[in-house]
């Protein structure tokens, strides 16, 4: 066998090798780790549902100094609360009623409690 010929053969090699790998890879298959990791994350657009917590969750969570948010807060409820009306008037009355200044008032806090994730 000359050289040629089995430099010819070692690549035809090669390539069934890497076809045979991509096949049973299968198209649109994830190959590296770290994107098969990310495939089975929820994405951004997915709504969540909440998550159930029992009490004796709950307790050992206030015991570790975590608070849940309960169904509705004070500012939520105040942001809720519109006339019906499509009077310019009762709109503008609306606006002028609702506070905005403090809306990111916990926003440091929430920061802060993710840093240490």
């Known amino acids: ?4 010929t089995l430099i ?6 090669v390539i069934a090798v890497v076809a045979i790998v991509w096949f049973a890879a299968g198209p649109g ?3 590296s780790p770290e994107l098969e990791e990310r495939a089975g994350a929820p994405l951004e657009e997915e709504v969540l549902s909440p998550v159930e917590v029992s009490a004796e969750e709950q307790q ?3 015991a570790e ?10 500012a939520t409820e105040a942001l809720e609360k519109v006339g019906t009306s499509n009077a310019i008037e009762s709109i503008e009355q609306d606006v002028n009623a609702t506070n905005l200044s403090d809306l ?8 802060n409690s993710l840093q240490g994730l």
């Not at 100094?65 to 004070?74: F, K, R, S, V, Y």
């Not at 990111?104 to 920061?111: V, Y």
């Open 1 to 4: 066998m000359n050289k040629n």
């Open 8 to 13: 010819t053969a070692i690549i035809i090699a």
């Open 29 to 31: 298959q994830v190959v």
């Open 60 to 62: 050992v969570l206030q």
């Open 65 to 74: 100094g975590i608070t849940l948010p309960g169904e509705t807060d004070q």
């Open 104 to 111: 990111d008032a916990g926003l440091k806090e929430i920061e």
